[in-house]
């Protein structure tokens, strides 16, 4: 069985010995780990966030299927619990990293979590605190408490306290009705090394900071959101229970702008593409027109990129009568005052005109940042131009998933996979 | 061996503030049933678990059943070793969280769980792996990029790697491509595609074996004992392996067929494959008179994204394009291109190598639709297009037209049927004329592995010919334990992307000998020891199973009896649930074990406020989503039990009927999504399910009871707000049709 680590069982100073350290608890790192263990090879997986799961536990459903990610992730959680070769740490960073493949020497620091392994989740803790904060798992739609289970199937099974409120006094008193004395405000950072034959780089990406995108409202008008937050607010577990509101005035929508490329393919931005935001958002209005038949979609695009048999989703998207595809790049987002409602003003390409377009909500697709972008400097990292890492010939560091380039679930848990491999035969000696 | 089981109830977590925790030990304890029942206030404390520990050495206990949280949590705290069985038991998730407190009926259902989960471990043994001796090699079939790769990452890994290739030298497609697409920063230049570093390392490499001329004539047996037939010029020749590779990659779609787009009309309309070539032979020429192009146009998507050729996209047409743009645009300085396309497609940092062809004044790129490729009368070929953008009509005149073609999967069967629109059967089931359902896709597809299974020789396919996986997260799983399919056979793809797949598939691979030679199942319930046992004397070779096994384990002898294949298993049991002489069973999963548990369930003679339904559920999605719905504290009536079976498909319709005759109101079966989209982990579980239910229809009848006292549902594991409507409101249905006339009889 899968050991979770919990951070007050270790002793600074103390060290790990592994056959592959995986830096990241998403889709990609999740798998690495998975994969090395059912070969019969040990991984330690380490995690920033207090569980495990990443942009995939965020997200309401995957293209083409359809279908839940928290599905995937069960199966996964619950072959990583039957392993006896995955440990696993959360709410840790990774430091330094030096050494030659086959012995790698990383320095990793385990955040506090406030919360020992005596938790089990019943939730009298958060119910008595009285201090809320942004949700930070929805994007800050919605607030949670400052004592908050990351979701409903975080991984461990535990509640966490927001390090920033640990002396606030009406948080230190829901220590008294913890049943289980599970609440240890005096945890502390613990800096532990790690010994590894081979590394998996995982770490994943974040969103593009849209309010960058100067001309298109995000933070001026808050029904222009992004796509990520589309996902929280279409979830079932999200701010709105699954229903899709404006969040200016809570009102269910009846029509929204997709602005595709939103940063991306942009040399003052973003000049790649993030290869899955034509597919995201194509997913997002297929989900909306299945839950408000009334509703009329606009999707802005430049190329609509489907590649493979994802064509197929494309195909059947451009079936759907109330789906309009305009190409053409929004330039500019502004608000009707009169209605409260978006414009969007659009180049359209095929008259080389502008088009002003009104809407309730506007969705921004923004592209992937590769969070090795800000790692790199700390860990000398090599990355590309744009931050994405760059696998070195010889090296026991391996990448997966979106730390290499921007990619779906599919085509990161593939790399993950290879990875894998590639770490056992680092462990062999032989890459 | 006796069973000895202790039973242990925590307090905590509300648990004793809604259960009546004494008459429950009671319960345990009631006939002896348990030889050690307690209850802690907090079971998950350190100490208590180290006292459980301490009770099965004291008392020798082999089965301890845990009545706390659910099964999902602290899964490693209430490990207590493979020779002690254990069961969870989820007081909290779908008693307390979920239920009135002090209410009869709650305290009811809690008694019923504690007395199923004292049956399952009366009635079920520790599994024990199958052992045998077996084969850790593993078989390439391609000797293209993918499968270079595929065998080199297996022999560095210190496995053994046979590769076998159909044509008389390794390379494939590589060999006859000079240069690929920029893959590294600044994306400005084309790379080497390292087909002769990889040759030289596969020739190099003594745990690589390498046949050329050779094919797969047959493969029998199972993973880890997999009896291959080669065949070349020189013979046959047997080997073993124990898992399987295909990368046998693709061919070109057909330009013959793209008469519309010019084929045919000149020489000097030519596909992308005759660029790659020239490329390799001395540069671009015009075909018809060898003279330098001075007008090159290539149409994008010529035959692909086309519902009348391939409805796909072949993903690296437009980075082929603008790598043969670039070579011919360096090697001509003075040639003009231009580029027709439908959506330029060149994902991730891919881009930055289109902007810099972009950059280029002399490559023109208009979004547009080919009206019509011609001869003009000066030998040029005039090439029509309606520009999308600007809505006009262009004509450009070209002496070299070329048509990117996409890719067509080695797997793909090109006959007069399959070429009919839309006839992508794959991965869909038939039914036959007798009511039975049979994977259509596996009787189709070319024969390379030319498996002996008798659902078919090779991988089943999915649409348009690929043996991709089904799933998202699990994009390496095929329907043929320990057989997996990597690079342009499995979708399209480039060089570099087809050496990447090829490491995933070679772990894959290597995870499947290791797994199969320690006698554990591979995903998804890897390291699962127990495999399905059947009772021969009595089967009536109906053949149920060896039709419904969603991985083709079992085979048939003449008179068809199944012969069963225990490596080929994926211990969904599919086969248990399919049995209508129910002698298929699991040492920890079986008809007896269900049996019981439903017989455990005490069912009060008064119908009136004590309905009761059973309900079966996948322990893959629809019983996390029950556990969610506890955490949500969602409440729902305590008239229903809920037993979780691995898979819906394991369900036989006995139990079904079992539960009726003896009393229950209503029969729920709860399982995941079927259809094109289906989320079965099982490939085939709720569809199977729903195929039994005309079964069960048939002893609805036989009995005389209504046909709405059993429902199906299908749920998602995030569903769980359903959960309450789904249950409920199948109490109220019950309670308009009225108690079950067998009661109490």
Request: glycine letters at 8%; aromatic letters at 8%.
């Amino acid at each position: 069985m899968t050991q979770i680590i919990h951070e007050n069982q270790l002793k600074s100073g103390s060290t790990i010995n592994t056959d592959a350290l995986i830096v990241g608890g998403g889709i990609a790192g999740i798998t690495a780990a998975i994969e090395l263990a059912e070969t019969f090879h040990h991984a330690l997986l380490i995690e920033s966030q207090p569980s495990l799961g990443g942009r995939v536990a965020a997200t309401n459903q995957y293209f083409p299927k359809m279908c839940p990610p928290t599905c995937g992730l069960e199966i996964n959680l619950k072959r990583i619990k039957n392993s006896n070769y995955i440990k696993v740490l959360t709410l840790t960073e990774i430091q330094s990293v030096e050494g030659a493949p086959g012995s790698y020497k990383a320095s990793i620091k385990i955040n506090p979590r406030y919360i020992n392994e005596k938790c089990t989740a019943c939730g009298k803790c958060a119910e008595a605190c009285e201090v809320s904060i942004p949700n930070t798992f929805n994007y800050g739609l919605d607030q949670t408490k400052a004592i908050y289970l990351p979701h409903l199937m975080a991984y461990p099974f535990r509640y966490v306290i927001d390090g920033n409120y640990v002396n606030d006094p009406r948080v230190r008193k829901c220590a008294e009705v913890c049943e289980y004395g599970a609440i240890d405000f005096d945890m502390r950072p613990i800096q532990i090394t790690v010994n590894a034959k081979a590394i998996v780089w995982a770490t994943g990406w974040r969103p593009y900071d849209a309010k960058r995108l100067d001309n298109l409202g995000f933070g001026k008008y808050p029904d222009v959101i992004t796509n990520v937050m589309m996902e929280r607010i279409a979830s079932e577990n999200g701010p709105y229970g699954g229903k899709i509101v404006k969040p200016s005035d809570g009102k269910e929508i009846s029509s929204i702008g997709f602005v595709q490329c939103a940063g991306s393919r942009d040399e003052n931005h973003l000049p790649y593409c993030s290869a899955v935001c034509c597919l995201a958002s194509m997913k997002q209005a297929s989900y909306v027109r299945a839950r408000y038949p009334e509703a009329d979609i606009h999707i802005f695009y430049i190329d609509i990129r489907s590649p493979g048999r994802l064509e197929d989703f494309y195909s059947k998207a451009k079936q759907d009568p109330k789906l309009h595809f305009h190409r053409g790049k929004v330039g500019k987002i502004t608000r009707n005052d009169a209605n409260g409602n978006l414009v969007l003003t659009a180049e359209d390409t095929l008259t080389g005109s502008t088009c002003d377009y009104e809407v309730e909500m506007a969705v921004l697709a923004v592209g992937m940042v590769p969070n090795t972008a800000a790692d790199a400097p700390a860990l000398n990292l090599q990355i590309d131009p744009y931050g994405f890492f760059v696998p070195q010939q010889k090296s026991g560091i391996i990448g997966a998933g979106t730390a290499l380039r921007p990619a779906d679930v599919a085509d990161s848990v593939r790399d993950a996979t290879g990875a894998a491999l590639k770490a056992i035969n680092v462990t062999a000696g032989r890459n | 061996m006796d069973t000895k089981i202790g039973v242990y109830i925590c307090r905590g977590c509300d648990i004793e503030k809604a259960i009546d925790i004494e008459k429950l030990v009671a319960e345990a304890a009631k006939g002896g049933k348990a030889a050690v029942c307690k209850s802690h206030a907090v079971l998950c404390a350190k100490e208590t678990v180290e006292s459980i520990k301490d009770d099965i050495k004291a008392e020798n206990l082999n089965r301890v059943a845990i009545a706390a949280c659910s099964g999902r949590v602290f899964t490693e705290l209430f490990d207590f070793g493979k020779d002690v069985l254990t069961d969870r038991i989820s007081l909290r998730e779908q008693v307390a969280w979920s239920h009135a407190p002090n209410d009869e009926d709650t305290q009811m259902l809690a008694e019923d769980y504690i007395r199923m989960g004292i049956a399952r471990l009366q009635n079920s043994e520790p599994p024990e792996p199958y052992i045998e001796p077996t084969s850790k090699s593993i078989m390439v079939i391609g000797g293209g990029m993918s499968g270079l790769q595929a065998a080199l990452a297996v022999a560095e890994a210190g496995y053994q790697a046979v590769l076998i290739e159909k044509e008389k030298e390794l390379g494939g497609w590589a060999a006859k491509t000079t240069k690929s697409y920029p893959r590294i920063s600044p994306y400005s230049n084309l790379d080497d595609t390292g087909l002769q570093d990889l040759l030289q390392k596969v020739n190099s490499n003594k745990n690589i074996q390498v046949y050329t001329s050779t094919v797969v004539e047959k493969t029998s047996g199972q993973p880890g004992k997999f009896a291959v037939t080669l065949k070349n010029e020189s013979g046959g020749k047997q080997i073993e392996v124990g898992a399987i590779i295909l990368a046998a990659g693709w061919r070109a779609y057909d330009p013959g067929k793209l008469t519309h787009l010019g084929y045919g009309i000149s020489p000097d309309v030519v596909t992308n494959v005759d660029i790659e070539r020239m490329m390799g032979n001395g540069g671009i020429k015009r075909p018809s008179d060898g003279k330098k192009p001075e007008s090159v146009v290539f149409i994008q998507c010529a035959g692909s994204r086309d519902e009348n050729h391939l409805p796909y996209c072949s993903s690296v047409c437009c980075l082929v394009t603008l790598k043969q743009a670039l070579y011919i645009r360096r090697s001509y300085p003075d040639t003009k291109i231009y580029i027709i396309y439908k959506d330029m497609r060149t994902p991730a940092q891919q881009e930055l190598f289109y902007a810099q062809v972009q950059d280029d004044d002399a490559v023109f790129f208009t979004k547009g639709e080919i009206k019509e490729v011609a001869k003009d009368n000066s030998g040029k070929i005039l090439v029509t297009a309606t520009d999308t953008l600007l809505g006009e009509s262009i004509s450009i005149k070209a002496d070299l037209v070329v048509l990117a073609t996409g890719m067509v999967p080695a797997t793909k069967v090109e006959t007069l049927e399959e070429e009919s629109v839309g006839d992508t059967a794959g991965d869909q089931t038939a039914t036959t004329a007798d009511g039975k359902k049979e994977a259509a896709g596996a009787e189709k597809g070319a024969k390379i592995i030319n498996l002996t299974y008798r659902q078919g020789t090779d991988l089943p396919t999915l649409k348009y010919g690929f043996p991709d996986s089904h799933y998202i997260c699990f994009p390496y799983e095929t329907r043929r334990t320990a057989i997996y399919a990597c690079g342009a056979v499995r979708a399209p793809m480039g060089f570099a992307e087809s050496r990447d797949d090829a490491y995933g598939a070679a772990l894959k691979a290597i995870q499947a000998v290791e797994a199969v030679s320690r006698g554990l199942a591979v995903h998804p319930r890897s390291g699962d020891a127990s495999f399905p046992e059947f009772f021969m004397q009595r089967c009536t070779q109906c053949k149920r199973c060896t039709e419904e096994c969603p991985f083709g384990t079992l085979d048939e002898d003449e008179k068809g009896t199944p012969l069963p294949n225990p490596f080929r298993c994926r211990r969904c049991g599919v086969c248990m649930g399919a049995c209508p002489e129910r002698i298929i069973s699991f040492k920890n999963y079986n008809v007896n074990m269900m049996s019981q548990m439903i017989k455990s369930i005490h069912i009060p003679d008064e119908f009136e406020e004590k309905p009761r339904i059973l309900a079966f559920i996948c322990e893959n999605d629809a019983l996390p989503s029950v556990d969610m719905a506890g955490l949500m504290r969602l409440r729902y009536n305590a008239m229903i039990r809920l037993i979780p079976l691995r898979c819906l498909g394991s369900m036989n319709t006995v139990w079904v009927s079992d539960a009726l005759a003896s009393g229950f109101d209503g029969v729920l079966l709860i399982g995941c999504k079927k259809g094109d989209d289906y989320q079965c982990h099982f490939i085939r579980g709720s569809e199977l399910a729903a195929t039994r239910m005309s079964n069960v229809r048939e002893k609805l009848k036989q009995l005389v009871l209504e046909e709405e006292r059993v429902r199906l549902h299908e749920l998602a594991i995030s569903d769980y707000r359903k959960i309450p409507e789904i249950f409920d409101g199948f109490l109220e249905e019950i309670d308009k049709i009225g108690p079950n006339p067998y009661k109490g009889m």
